[in-house]
């Protein structure tokens, strides 16, 4: 087969250094990031790759009729975009319209009591007949009429035990459905900048069954709105009040000497989520705040808990907890006795800050436009982003109307979580969105999965080793053969009548579906070399319908496919 040598060549040499230098197909060899006529295909397609995760079949024309500059503007309005095909796939999926109460209750409920003790019953003694009397062999014990009349009792079916890790699973398949299927490209693709900003593991005890409350009720209504509206809503919610521990943080509690026993203290200040606020969602590392402004955030944090994680999950505030002296943020005063407010005065100041205007402009920059953020442009989406007090859709509109933002075709690399999304978009796949989810996580993604509270790496250089272009690779490959389970594509549809037999038709058809008509000439060449009739496949040729039953190997069409879907001008958005 074809395939290994072409996979093996792209990971040694081309696949890496097309990635990281774009446009270029060896090492050392420099191109800068083109810039590209928003009228013109690439410029539709620049503008489809990131703003959202990828064009489906005929975005391109659509985008192309209405004008590039009235589609943005739409992006940037997605309360007024119809998206009931997404609700619809939605619908099924009822963990997701759950209260927080409502999902500990039914998947992690109380664990029943231990059942009472069997009382032991000693055997009767049998009755001695008198001589003369003795019992036959087969006689059998007499029963009482009672037990005669009474039937067998059935043993009670076992009432199955709720899986927690099915709120896990529902919560990463609607993500790969909305990122898929969604009308909101943009609104999405900033959901998914949020999240990963305000980065929880799911994995985290309680968390399993607080993230969808998080990114319903947290993430979803502010993404677009106010910075400082996000930053509340994210204080608020019980899922990161968990993971970083603020939960259990509060104020020392004393509780004075008796005669029967010596002083006892209780309690104590956790830093964690104190520290995480300044450092990654607010101000930057960079930001100008000391080791003493984390001390007081944490100060005005005390408080801030959950009222039974395991049972309700619900935030709440205990006073009691809370260090009511007077604190210093920032070199501004908070006046003791504030309480929960202390709080709201700290996010005031941090959401205000200079420094957040600017570590927030450079990550949206970095996401939607290059890896390295162009300076200029990071000062004017910030000075957007303080004049409008944090709104997120005025500092987008900044960005991706910007001439930095036309100018860098080609300059960023898709995350394994992009490329399995534009993927599906590109083939027109159908989706339950559930095994896709494990093959993100093989490629390096797992969804709401970091360990760490800084989010996943948004610079190509992170995603691209040799194994992970293989799994890549992979995945593209296990996509054109129908073999994901609960995901197929339509092999006839997407050949539109082409003969499996013709080679170079197969070529130019993949070419134009999945890279929009843009092929190297090594990737032209490498297509070609496998869409080929193999006479032994000749069967198979064409990709699976996911009613066929299996060929005996990846047939010419499914190999070009899943070569197209691991080339490097497919990775690249």
């Known amino acids: 087969m074809e395939l290994p040598r072409i996979v093996s060549r792209w990971l040694t040499v081309g696949l890496t250094a097309a990635l990281l230098i774009p446009g270029a197909s060896t090492p050392g060899q420099k191109r800068p990031a083109r810039s590209t006529s928003p009228t013109s295909k690439s410029g539709i397609l620049h503008v489809l790759d990131r703003l959202g995760f990828g064009p489906r079949p005929g975005d391109v024309e659509r985008v192309s009729a209405m004008g590039v ?90 009432v199955p035990m709720p899986n927690p890790g099915q709120v896990i699973g529902d919560l990463r398949r609607a993500t790969v459905l909305r990122a898929t299927y969604s009308n909101r490209q943009l609104y999405e693709a900033t959901v998914n900048f949020w999240e990963n900003h305000f980065s929880i593991f799911i994995n985290k005890d309680s968390d399993r069954f607080m993230m969808t409350a998080f990114d319903r009720d947290a993430i979803r209504p502010y993404a677009m709105g106010r910075f400082r509206d996000l930053l509340g809503a994210t204080a608020h919610s019980p899922a990161m009040l968990y993971y970083l521990d603020n939960w259990q943080s509060s104020v020392v509690r004393v509780s004075p000497a008796t005669k029967d026993r010596p002083e006892k203290k209780s309690g104590g200040i956790n830093e964690n989520y104190a520290r995480e606020l300044m450092e ?39 006073p009691a907890a809370h260090d009511n002296g007077e604190k210093i943020v920032l070199g501004k005063r908070i006046p003791a006795g504030g309480g929960i407010a202390d709080v709201e005065k700290v996010l005031d100041i941090l959401a205000r800050h200079p420094s957040t205007a600017k570590f927030i402009a450079t990550k949206l920059t970095r996401r939607f436009v290059s890896d390295t953020p162009p300076p200029a442009l990071v000062a004017r989406a910030a000075d957007v982003f303080l004049k409008t007090d944090g709104d997120i859709r005025e500092t987008l509109r900044t960005i991706l109307t910007s001439p930095e933002f036309a100018a860098s075709l080609g300059a960023k690399v898709k995350t394994p979580f992009e490329f399995a999304v534009s993927a599906l978009r590109a083939t027109d796949a159908e989706t339950d969105g559930g095994p896709v989810c494990d093959w993100i996580a093989k490629m390096g993604q797992p969804i709401f999965g970091r360990l760490t509270p800084d989010g996943f790496p948004d610079r190509a250089d992170e995603w691209l080793s040799a194994n992970q272009m293989l799994n890549r690779l992979n995945f593209g490959l296990a996509l054109a053969q129908n073999q994901i389970k609960g995901t197929y594509i339509d092999g006839l549809k997407l050949l539109a009548g082409t003969s499996p037999n013709d080679g170079p038709a197969v070529t130019e058809r993949v070419i134009s579906l999945i890279l929009n008509g843009k092929a190297s000439p090594e990737t032209r060449q490498a297509l070609a070399s496998v869409a080929k009739t193999e006479p032994q496949l000749a069967s198979g040729a064409m990709p699976l319908r996911v009613a066929d039953k299996p060929k005996p190997g990846p047939s010419p069409a499914a190999q070009a496919l899943a070569l197209a879907l691991g080339s490097p001008e497919f990775q690249r958005r």
Request: charged share 25%; net charge negative.
């Open 280 to 318: 990654l969602h607010t101000l930057g590392v960079d930001g100008g705040y000391t080791q003493k402004d984390v001390q007081e955030v944490a100060r005005c944090l005390t408080g801030w808990t959950i009222r039974k994680p395991n049972e309700e999950g619900l935030f709440m505030f205990n």
């Open 69 to 158: 500059g009235a589609y943005i503007e739409a992006q940037l309005n997605p309360e007024n975009i119809d998206d009931s095909d997404l609700d619809r796939r939605l619908a099924p999926i009822s963990s997701l319209n759950l209260s927080q109460a409502a999902l500990l209750e039914r998947f992690n409920p109380p664990k029943p009591p231990p059942p009472p003790p069997v009382p032991v019953t000693l055997p009767a003694v049998p009755e001695v007949k008198p001589a003369g009397e003795m019992a036959k062999p087969g006689d059998m014990p007499a029963k009482s009429a009672d037990a005669l009349a009474k039937p067998a009792e059935s043993k009670p079916k076992p």
